[in-house]
């Protein structure tokens, strides 16, 4: 310890020669630090999309048990929420397609699906060309 207080100032070169550590420290750490940032900010744009996808499907079903209901409604229904919440790309679908004649106590699904590469928020894409879903099955009660 006294080594480094001597008098003959062999602390202050120590501390002169650690400037250079510090810039190759942060060379080092920062690209990988940024790459988690961006890997956590897009992870979370994609849960955000996958529940606006649940979302849309459940609001689009609800409009589809509807009696004298065509398909414009529920591709309404559905748009209306992802415009808002900035979803693009979306595809709306229903099954069985005459949702309109199946009987009651039969089971009707709307699955909306978006692809991940056009609503990614940075521009590298971690989730590449997947597409996400979001299905929803109810029963026709009326």
Request: hydrophobic content about 45%.
């Amino acid at each position: 310890m006294s080594q480094f207080y001597s008098k003959n100032g062999a602390y202050k070169r120590w501390c002169r020669n650690r400037g250079g550590a510090a810039v190759v420290e942060l060379a080092i750490v920062l690209p990988v630090f940024v790459v988690i940032l961006l890997g956590t900010i897009e992870t979370c744009r994609m849960i955000f999309l996958q529940q606006s996808l649940e979302i849309a499907a459940y609001e689009a079903l609800r409009v589809a048990i509807v009696p004298e209901t065509d398909f414009a409604d529920i591709e309404a229904a559905a748009n209306a929420l992802l415009t808002a919440r900035r979803v693009n790309g979306a595809v709306i679908s229903i099954t069985p397609l005459d949702f309109q004649k199946a009987s009651y106590g039969s089971f009707l699904r709307v699955n909306v699906s978006a692809p991940c590469n056009s609503n990614a928020s940075a521009p590298l894409s971690f989730y590449g060309s997947k597409t996400l879903t979001g299905t929803v099955e109810m029963m026709k009660e009326f």
